[in-house]
């Protein structure tokens, strides 16, 4: 008996290992030197470390030794933070962030306030987005870091980061992003956000899991987690994984060569499956509609059908409930309760992320399921 595998629209959560990165991951199995011995071997290595290192640059507008290779985007996220942090404690202990932060932020924010930092979250309006007249109010002589997400995993609210930037480095503060759900979805450029901190996460751009990077503009000092040897310039001690890397650069340089398609692709298929969805069921609500978005990402809410029953109805397609980070639970996530979601609405919404094997029969073939798990929740069945 064959079993029919789902309709995958969870691409927020995961993206599957695209076939020209598995093929570059092969041939780098071979390159099992250390990247820091000098003999013939080593220099192999270093090679493909240094190309890895220089597509991962391109894709996001900086120069090769501004990228740190890290173990994804949550080792990213922590190094900007704590490393920030801890770098400026003699200007100040302050730190601001957004109320839709992903706990990678969110966390290392909390870990600091019990170590004697001070943390002050802006809020968001109903469609997620910061307003940069809070962030201008809520930093303060001692502010070391904004930090402050590109696009959000849960709704797609892409923020003014470029706007905020600027009131970050009118104040003396660093400014960091968190750019994994963004990076390879939408143009993502260093220069024109203005930032100093940027982190992204192998695994949402079709690369493989277990590697990140952190940008780091040329000048910032920054503290290390860990010590040791002086690996990634000195930033990031520990042999390199080659094989990772490779797999991070091929991800990279597909998502930097194919964006300028996939853009308007991903916009068709996302427009496509909210039209249908809406109507469908007329008094669904999709979050952060009045927003600008990333282009793949749809958070709708079905108001009398909570998300957990919902998905259990859903077998054939692949989504979330909110954030696959977050788990499931009768609870509205923090993204919503941010937003000020009406909570019926929040309790039963679905996030569905289309990527770059989506097709539009996966899309068309998608809604009747869905329209029916919705009725059938609601009816009790």
């Known amino acids: 008996m064959t079993s029919v595998r789902p309709i995958y629209l969870d691409a927020n959560a995961t993206t599957p290992l695209d076939p020209r990165v598995a093929a570059v991951m092969r041939d780098a199995l071979d390159l099992f030197g250390n990247p820091s011995s000098g003999h013939a071997y080593g220099r192999e290595a270093h090679a ?24 994804g985007g949550t080792e990213a996220n922590n190094h900007a933070l704590k490393g920030a942090a801890w ?15 992903h706990p990678a932020v969110r966390g290392p924010a909390a870990w600091l306030a019990a170590r004697g930092w001070e943390t002050t979250t802006v809020p968001v309006d109903r469609d ?6 809070d962030v201008a ?89 860990s010590h040791g040897a002086g690996h990634e310039a000195g930033r990031r001690p520990g042999t390199e994984s080659v094989l990772l890397a490779a797999g991070l650069g ?30 469908g069921c007329p008094d669904a609500v999709v979050h952060a509609r009045g ?30 409930a909110g954030a696959a980070c977050h788990g499931g639970g009768a609870e509205v996530s923090a993204v919503l309760a941010a937003m000020g979601a009406p909570r019926e609405a929040a309790l039963g919404t679905l996030r569905f992320s289309v990527g770059r ?25």
């Open 137 to 225: 109010r809520a930093v303060r002589p001692d502010t070391v870091l904004v930090s402050v997400m590109h696009a959000n995993n849960e709704v797609g609210t892409l923020q003014p980061i470029a706007e905020i930037a600027g009131i970050a480095r009118a104040a003396g503060a660093l400014m960091h992003t968190d750019a994994a759900q963004s990076a390879g979805k939408v143009a993502v450029r260093v220069g024109e956000l203005g930032i100093d901190l940027l982190s992204l996460a192998g695994h949402k751009l079709y690369g493989p899991k277990g590697v990140g990077a952190l940008y780091v503009r040329g000048g910032v000092a920054i503290e290390n987690l």
């Open 357 to 381: 094997f989506t097709t539009r029969e996966d899309v068309d073939g998608a809604v009747p399921l869905i329209l029916a798990a919705v009725a059938a929740v609601r009816s009790g069945r």
């Open 291 to 320: 927003a600008e978005r990333l282009p793949n990402t749809l958070s709708i809410g079905f108001p009398g059908a909570s998300a957990d029953r919902l998905l259990a109805a859903l077998p054939g397609v692949a989504c979330s």
């Open 48 to 71: 493909a470390l240094d190309q890895a290192r220089a597509r991962v640059a391109e894709l996001i507008g900086c120069s090769p030794a501004e990228v740190v290779f890290t173990s």
């Open 128 to 133: 997620g987005r910061v307003d940069p007249a």
């Open 250 to 279: 091929e991800a990279a340089r597909i998502a930097a060569a194919e964006l300028g398609e996939e853009l308007p692709r991903l916009t068709r298929l996302r427009d496509r499956l909210e039209a249908a969805l809406a109507a």
């Open 87 to 101: 770098a400026r404690a003699g200007r100040g202990r302050h730190l601001v962030i957004s109320a839709v932060e």
